[in-house]
């Protein structure tokens, strides 16, 4: 088990746009092992490789307990146009919440760690966390797409 730093804001890194896997080596196993390993630690539900300092297409996403998807230059082929509003943080912009409006199903084709292409339709809360993670990959962070972030008060409340 290895555990990677995280990256946070205002890391530059966080602006840059990830390049494509090539080829699946025990490199990219690694690190995917290493993720997985951070991810629960940090008790996250995703986690993109630019995030652990890897400018590589590689997410994983675990909404559900034990349900992992791991992907490898995963595309969203498709949105609805139906919506859904919600909270939503980043491990790397840490005790920050903001609302966001995101599709609410998407479809998103990427390769596995075998090597296998997927497509998986997503919907709720793991379609959310998608598209979260692939903004990622293009140097999009969630502050920049959030229709409102939470105050102090807000956080607070209730
Ligand atoms: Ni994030």
């Not at 025990?26 to 997985?36: A, N, S, Y």
């Not at 596995?112 to 140097?139: M, V, Y």
Request: hydrophobic fraction near 40%; include cysteine; glycine fraction near 6%.
């Amino acid at each position: 088990m290895a555990l990677l730093n995280i990256v946070t804001y205002p890391d530059p890194l966080l602006r840059k746009k990830s390049r494509p896997v090539t080829g699946i080596t025990p490199r990219i196993l690694q690190l995917l092992d290493d993720m997985r390993d951070t991810l629960h630690k940090a008790q996250g539900v995703g986690l993109a490789a630019v995030q652990v300092g890897v400018l590589r297409r590689i997410v994983i996403v675990e909404t559900e307990p034990g349900q992992l998807y791991e992907m490898i230059n995963p595309e969203i082929l498709s949105k609805s146009k139906k919506t859904q509003i919600n909270n939503e943080g980043c491990l790397s912009v840490p005790d920050k919440w903001g609302q966001t409006e995101r599709a609410m199903t998407v479809k998103v084709r990427y390769t596995d760690r075998n090597g296998k292409e997927q497509t998986l339709n997503a919907e709720g809360f793991l379609a959310q966390a998608i598209q979260h993670e692939l903004d990622h990959l293009e140097g999009i962070i969630f502050t920049d797409v959030a229709i409102h972030m939470l105050t102090e008060e807000e956080l607070n409340g209730d």
